[in-house]
């Protein structure tokens, strides 16, 4: 009964940015931005995610896997290769796959005593 | 003037988190992630839902009916058959009906004072 | 240049909820949930609104107009006729209307001392 | 392997609304409005913004335009010509592209001690 090949190949982020600062206890509640990445086939994915600014060349690929079956919440503040993800910068992502994925966005902004959330699913390309 | 048959048979929620503490009264501020469901249809929806983890093989089907006519909005801290779903884990989930429903998704999130919220439709797969 | 007919006739809104409590001053910073509604025609837009429960029948239709070329951010607060939303009830929606518009729902919480905010696109039934 | 034309060419923003008060430093935590717009073509992308009202006619059109393989993250605050978005009043946007773009709206509203965040995909117009 369980479904393969759900998604989309081609999913965009517009809206990226990292606050540098943070309020409460590391990992959970360190300002942190998240692409959340679902893939339901029967083999790993395989993806490169472009990183866009406004003033400068794009970034990238950083290479990511997704294993069979598996979900990961991939947080933008680990990419490190080929560089890192600037802090309190506007950012847009492209995030290209080799098998049907799905993508949504969160971001959780701790820069102010109480956190707040956000999350929208990002946008599939046809 | 009613309307029958609104939305997808299939919906993918890709960021799941249960928060393990909270903050506040019982049961309204507990830390909670739901999958908002509307059944628009003359006859009770049938779902399978599966959830997905970053390390180990998915968890289902949990089986939810929603009646004809009404809205089940979910609580995945209520899932508990064939077992829980547990708390601070990255996970995703895969929505199966039998009927076309709509379905969204919300996370309240109280684990400090002042309480954060979250929403999005999830994906619906043609 | 400006454009005519954006978006569809038919939209759910699947996460209802509008608390009970509130803090701060009114109107704005009053609970509430709303349903923004624009309408890019040259011609008014009459909306049919039902609302659904988890145990009783659905509420409606309330009747809505939104002029031609305005926006009208709606509370279901307001709304009274055929009889009002009850507050810390589950619900959704389904907003039918004769010209195509577009639809975006947004809640704010202010149960607690700093309010929580929240918005997704409605789904737009093709 | 960089991807060209992601997106859609009108994408529609119905919650519109610029608080008119905030709490914390400026710019970061200045109460805002976001169009958050990924130009992933090879030319830049100009853009024709037009804002709705309840009450009165449209404003507009804005000229913005976003280089090639850039973001832009428009804040509606800034946008004055041929008029400033007034504060603490509700309006829709509609934006129009020359070049395919994809389209994300955020609100940071600062009005009380603690930010609340919300953000969701525009709607893109077939």
Same mark, same amino acid.
């Given at each position: 009964?369980?479904?393969?090949?759900?998604?989309?190949?081609?999913?965009?982020?517009?809206?990226?940015?990292? /606050?540098?600062?943070?309020?409460? /206890?590391?990992?959970?509640?360190?300002?942190?931005?998240?692409?959340?990445?679902?893939?339901?086939?029967?083999?790993?994915?395989?993806?490169?995610?472009?990183?866009?600014?406004?003033?400068?060349?794009?970034?990238?690929?950083?290479?990511?896997?997704?294993?069979?079956?598996?979900?990961?919440?991939?947080?933008?503040?680990?990419?490190?290769?080929?560089?890192?993800?600037?802090?309190?910068?506007?950012?847009?992502?492209?995030?290209?796959?080799?098998? /049907?994925?799905?993508?949504?966005?969160?971001?959780?902004?701790?820069?102010?005593?109480?956190?707040?959330?956000?999350?929208?699913?990002?946008?599939?390309?046809?």
């Amino acid at each position: 009964m369980i479904r393969r090949g759900l998604g989309k190949k081609v999913w965009v982020i517009a809206e990226g940015y990292i /606050p540098a600062e943070s309020t409460g /206890p590391a990992p959970q509640m360190i300002s942190h931005e998240t692409a959340c990445i679902l893939n339901t086939n029967a083999e790993d994915a395989e993806l490169a995610i472009f990183v866009y600014f406004a003033d400068r060349a794009p970034a990238g690929p950083y290479r990511v896997r997704v294993p069979a079956e598996r979900t990961r919440h991939l947080r933008f503040n680990d990419l490190d290769d080929p560089e890192p993800v600037p802090r309190d910068t506007d950012y847009a992502a492209v995030l290209i796959s080799d098998q /049907p994925v799905v993508v949504q966005h969160t971001r959780l902004d701790s820069r102010q005593a109480e956190n707040a959330l956000m999350t929208t699913m990002a946008y599939p390309q046809d």
